[in-house]
């Protein structure tokens, strides 16, 4: 049988939510003792228990809050007025939430997707870098970051997007940038952001205002010219300057 932290080894490296629940304090007779630890999953299954019955029902209902909040919360059980257990005591419990990584997306293995992608990898980002260039893929041999050398389209249909996707968009073509960025406005994302300079950026609003309708509430939306304006020269301090943006908006989602 896995243990609980055995359990949280594999979900983390799933890259699935769970909410971590223990028993911080009891009074009383109580089913499970101080340090009893349950995994609640996003679906609600469970690894382990803390014991059970409607106490354990309640728990689960409350995991399911915390990962959906991600503020880890307090809660205090009186078993029998609140759960109609006939052990009677009282039980404290500690619920946090383990969020999944956020996923990283670079389009672009260029000097500067590459510089990015290393660069990010402390941060605990779940990096991906696409590109359609094996001769540039091929420089990347960081195990930790996803590879995906294929069409800039073909890589859209297989990315899942969701709140917790960043997206940097820093291909070798213009218009291959600006369809990238047309497809991703669609998709719910935590960051969405396009390298370039002004012209490419002014250009770039008024083809989508004018050829797509993407109206200015839209537009606002993504990060371009994209990162932080450190005066940065050349990729490694452009990559610099585009994590410090990344940082800045994931501590802003999660606070």
Same mark, same amino acid.
């Given at each position: ?31 499970? =003792? ?13 690894g382990s228990t ?7 029902? =309640?728990? +689960? ?12 919360? /307090?809660?205090?059980? #009186? ?11 009282? %039980? ?5 939430? +383990?969020? =999944? ?6 389009? &672009? ?5 590459? !510089?990015?992608?290393?660069? !990010? ?22 195990? %930790? ?9 073909? !890589?859209l249909e297989q /990315? ?6 960043? +997206? ?10 600006? #369809?990238?960025? @047309? ?17 490419? %950026? ?25 990162? +932080?304006?450190? &005066? ?6 452009? @990559?610099?300057s585009i994590l ?12």
């Amino acid at each position: 049988m896995k243990t609980i932290f055995e359990q949280i080894l594999e979900a983390r490296r799933a890259n699935d939510t769970v909410a971590l629940c223990t028993i911080v304090h009891t009074r009383g007779s109580t089913p499970c =003792k101080v340090g009893s630890k349950m995994l609640v999953y996003a679906d609600g299954t469970i690894g382990s228990t803390i014991g059970g019955g409607a106490l354990e029902k =309640k728990v +689960i209902m409350d995991a399911l809050e915390v990962i959906k909040s991600r503020v880890p919360s /307090l809660f205090s059980h #009186d078993l029998l007025n609140q759960h109609n257990m006939c052990c009677g005591g009282t %039980v404290d419990i500690f619920i946090e939430p +383990i969020m =999944k990584r956020n996923s990283l997306y670079i389009f &672009g293995a260029g000097h500067t997707g590459q !510089a990015l992608a290393t660069q !990010a990898i402390p941060f605990d980002f779940d990096i991906t870098l696409i590109d359609d260039r094996r001769e540039y893929m091929d420089q990347c041999n960081l195990s %930790v970051v996803n590879r995906m050398c294929m069409h800039f389209e073909d !890589a859209l249909e297989q /990315l899942p997007f969701d709140e917790q996707v960043f +997206i940097c968009i820093m291909t070798y073509s213009h218009p291959t940038d600006r #369809d990238i960025l @047309a497809y991703c406005l669609g998709k719910p994302f935590a960051y969405l952001g396009m390298i370039g300079s002004q012209r490419k %950026v002014e250009m770039t609003k008024k083809l989508f205002k004018t050829g797509l309708r993407i109206s200015d509430n839209d537009l606002v939306r993504v990060d371009m010219p994209m990162g +932080i304006d450190i &005066g940065a020269e050349g990729p490694e301090e452009i @990559a610099v300057s585009i994590l410090a943006k990344l940082i800045q908006v994931k501590h802003r989602i999660t606070t």
